[in-house]
């Protein structure tokens, strides 16, 4: 029937009084409530109690899917389509298949398909065959409900008409009337909840925004997590940064379940790697099959979201410029619904803000830590020279007095001292030089070195101290070359102080063992005595520059207490360590450790 027709023999009626008693009550409520749930009600019962319509139903739209909302007719009815819910797409194709009556959508009868008919909830009584303006079960009556702006936002579906016949204009007319106040009862209420959505993610963006103010990665990633977990209604929020080699900051915070975030997707940083700097959210269902995503990221978060409950999530990279510095993950429950347009922009600036606060705040923390390396290096520089003027000072003196009584007596035994401190300052000066070389080394020599080479030229070197100290040097190895990749001259220095140190500290009597042996891996040297040890407390030092056993008997002993850290040095540059078993009046064991392909470090 061509719009707004009026059927042969039909009268134009005025409205009753309680229709528009209703109406006018409806437009002052429509106006004024802000619950649109309580309008919603009101409208379809208003159409059945004072239009006469036996079942009225008004579904809202979420995303793409109708949701029946508001019913007003028999029990039975009410419970079966409350809440049902149906793809917009199906009722977009049966408003092409209607006629339009104004605002008005009417399929009749035959026209509707089968799948249609099937889903939607037709009356059950027998058309009256005689009359031609009879209701027939299957004609379906109904309005898209449009914002002012032309968005679809619900539609209103009526059934059983007054006098169970199709409506006449009059009565059309009403029903439109009823139909508009829904109509505007859903754009304000859409309005009311734009606003209040604009209001919310703008307070969570500048949230996640003074969170960056906090002292520490740790503290900045907590707060924005549970800022973006209430400003989004979430079951599970983590944010995961990717470790910086210039700072070791923490990388991960969750919230509510904060362990969640410690077990990294491994797959995922190169899929977002692949696409950054391109920062859109990225959106998974917990039935997605195939994704943007690498299938391995794909499987790990749905694993991630069962364990929480949640049923889609959003994955957004976090960075600055052109460096991805880590995710944030939102998960969502069921219930929740798919994020809005306004939603995804809100993350990907509260992904931006944080991939600023990440980066500000690893600048800082490399900024504290060289602070306080240069503060350790003040301190370290003032040791160093208080040190070694005390012991340059003390041969020094001696040199000066025996000089001054050389000079006065031609004493034998002043020259012997004169040459004894002037070797010690020169060992001191030798030392020294070592020490800084091996500090401020910047390239370092690759060569082959055979150890059991470098072990026995050790020895040679202290025949004679082990002579004068009644030691004996004994060389066990367990094939006849061990080869390594290294610096042959840094390497025998290592070998030296260890060998020479195990004499110099032995009793007489005692036996120095050089053990050589060594697996596919590593080559090991192990330096054996059974002389002074040394004692836990000073154990714990051995290793660092100046530092000398407080044992009143291995202090006597000459040194400088470099030939260790020099030693360590060394043996670190190689890829290697050193270790000591030792014991206070028992003896010592220092243990070598190289491995035997060692990258050349540029
Ligand atoms: P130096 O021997 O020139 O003092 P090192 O750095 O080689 O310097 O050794 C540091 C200190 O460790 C020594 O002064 C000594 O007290 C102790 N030490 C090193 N090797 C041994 C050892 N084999 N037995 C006992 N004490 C040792």
Redesign the pocket.
Known sequence: MPEGAVRPGEQVEAAPAPALQRLSELVRRVNSSTDTADVLEEIVHGVCDVLGYGVAAIARLEGDTLVMTAVAGPDDVRRQILGRRTPAAEIMDEYRQADRWGILRFVPHGRMSEARITAAWIPDFEPDADDPQAWHPEDTLYAPLYSATGRLLGNMAVDLPPGNRVPSLHERELLEMFVVQAGLALSNAQQREELSEQLRLGSTVKEVAQAGSQPGLDAILADACEAIHRGFDAVQVWIRCYPDDDAGSSVAAGHPRPGLAQSPVAALRADLAARWPTADPIAVHISDRTSVLSAESLARLQQMMTSVGAFHVAVVPMGVALDLLGYLVVGLNGTRGHLGTAELDALTEIARELGRSVQTARLLETEQRLVSELRELDRYKGELIATISHELKTPLTTIIGHAELLGELHEHRSVEAISRNAERLNRLVQ?LLDYSRVQDRLASVRERVELVETCRSAVDLVALLAETGEVEVVTETCCEEVVVTGDPEELSLVVD??VS??V???RPGGTVRVEITCDDAWARIA?A?A????SEA?QVH??SAF???S?PE??S???????????RRIVESHGGRIDVD?SLGR??T?TLALPRRFAPAH
């Open positions: 030392n102080n260890l140190n195990a110099k500290y032995s330096v005595d002389g002074l040890g040394i000073d051995l290793f530092h000398r056993s044992n291995a202090l002993i000459p040194g400088t207490g470099l030939g260790l850290a020099i030693s030792s003896g010592s220092f």
